[in-house]
């Protein structure tokens, strides 16, 4: 027994890396996961020499691959209230992200880690990602879901500044976009999985609902990563795809009416 907690910690330490305030962090503080889909390994060895290049422990999630053809009832879907609050039916591939996601947040779970930083494959690392982000958690560690990359940030309400100058805070408009990078605790993941077993919005909606999930969502006003060139090579659907699907005129009056309730209830949960 104790010949292994000596190997465990060796392994800690092994993959340890400097704060920014300069002391060590382990996989007992912080672990980072990154989704990626079978089909796509070159998009995980460009994230794994990246991280070998910084130093960085990266541990890969398995995506979920829908088979669009394959006319099976997706479990835990609500369809009706998909269709009411986004004006279209889900994608498979939305469905298989959104399940990658929860799978994360499920591993995350069944570590000893304090908190964790979850990614998509389309993003480019960098050296102090990790780092920053254990300091942007620290400065505010009421968050239990900390945004770390939007698509917008728009009326942005400063809560908490990190030691190494990151803003963190809430946004009063929205959807900010994207859930291609974020840090979760250990709360935020327990109450995510449960919130988030009904689907009745694409993943990153969802996450950033903390009104809805009783998660307490924030924010940094600018990015610590950067999205990748394969960012622009979307692996759910293209824009035509999306038109292709979306209700229009009188069809999408419930549509309209609900994104008007989220924007009300986002400004009030952004203003607590």
């Known amino acids: ?107 995350f779970l069944e570590s000893t880690a304090e908190c964790a930083v979850i990614m998509e494959d389309d993003v480019n690392l960098s050296a102090d990602l990790v780092s920053r982000a254990y300091s942007a958690h620290q400065a505010a560690p009421f968050a239990e879901v900390l945004k770390l990359l939007n698509h917008r940030v728009v ?32 709360a935020g993941a327990r109450k995510m999985v449960e919130a988030l077993k009904v689907i009745t919005c694409p993943y990153d909606i969802a996450l950033e609902r903390a009104w809805a999930t009783g998660v307490k969502v924030y924010t940094v006003k600018d990015d610590l990563i950067a999205l990748s060139v394969r960012s622009k090579e979307s692996q759910i659907a293209d824009r035509a795809r999306y038109r292709s699907i979306k209700l229009r005129g009188i069809r999408k009056i419930p549509t309209h009416i609900w994104r008007m309730v989220e924007l009300f209830r986002r400004v009030r949960y952004a203003l607590s």
């Open 155 to 186: 009326w942005f309400r400063p809560i908490a500044t990190s030691v190494g100058g990151d803003v963190i805070g809430k946004c009063l408009f929205g959807p900010q976009g994207s859930a291609a990078c974020y840090l979760v605790t250990r």
């Open 1 to 107: 027994m104790r010949e292994r907690q000596q190997i465990e910690s060796a392994a800690e330490i092994s993959n340890a890396h400097p704060s920014e305030t300069g002391q060590a962090l382990s996989r007992r503080e912080i672990v980072s996961y990154v989704i990626n889909l079978d089909r796509s390994m070159d998009r995980w060895q460009h994230i794994k020499s990246q991280a070998e290049e910084f130093g960085l422990d990266v541990q890969r999630i398995a995506g979920v691959e829908i088979d669009p053809a394959s006319g099976t009832q997706w479990p835990d879907y609500d369809r009706a209230a998909f269709v009411r609050g986004n004006g279209r039916p889900m994608l498979p591939q939305e469905y298989g992200c959104y399940l990658a996601h929860v799978k994360a947040l499920d591993a």
